[in-house]
């Protein structure tokens, strides 16, 4: 999915594992962009940029392709919000979370892009995830063989973006 040249947003970068693996993969020709409500250590490739921002604030797409130099051909996400142990509020969190994402999308990603994006098992989750499914040609969920038993981690894996 990532391959040389590409230009890369990873949302919630924190504390940046991702950002690390795709600058690897893009190399020097390409660019990546993580955004997260922490502060990140100072960067070790200068092809990536790190931004404090709320993925909900007005203007941060903005930012963000300004960083990027245009549309991405992949959005990562590895988000997750801060979780109370209170069902209701962590749902809500969640949900704004993915929903904050899915507003972001039509600016940051290029067409025909790909997006993985974690996901909490809950309705709430489901029902995100089956909007973003529609604007992709393909679309599937995946837990890893990492994720740790009874984790209600899944990632969306989609390829295909359609700006409809």
């Known amino acids: 999915m990532l391959r040389p040249g590409q230009r890369v947003v990873d949302l919630g970068c924190w504390p940046g594992g991702w950002l690390q693996v795709a600058a690897v993969a893009v190399g020097p020709e390409g660019r990546v962009v993580g955004v997260d409500l922490a502060e990140l250590e100072p960067l070790f490739n200068e ?30 996400s590895d988000a997750a919000p801060k979780l109370t142990g209170v069902r209701a509020t962590d749902r809500a969190r969640e949900e704004a979370l993915l929903e904050a994402i899915e507003t972001l999308l039509p600016a940051l990603l290029a067409p025909r892009g790909a997006l993985v994006i974690k996901l909490l098992e809950s309705p709430e989750a489901a029902a995100v995830a089956a909007r973003l499914a529609h604007r992709f040609a393909s679309a599937r969920t995946v837990r890893l063989r990492a994720t740790r038993q009874g984790s209600a981690e899944k990632y969306l894996v989609a390829k295909g973006f359609s700006a409809r």
């Open 47 to 76: 092809n990536v940029v790190a931004l404090k921002a709320d993925l909900a604030e007005p203007g941060v797409a903005e930012r963000i392709l300004e960083a990027l130099g245009g549309p991405a051909e992949v959005v990562l």
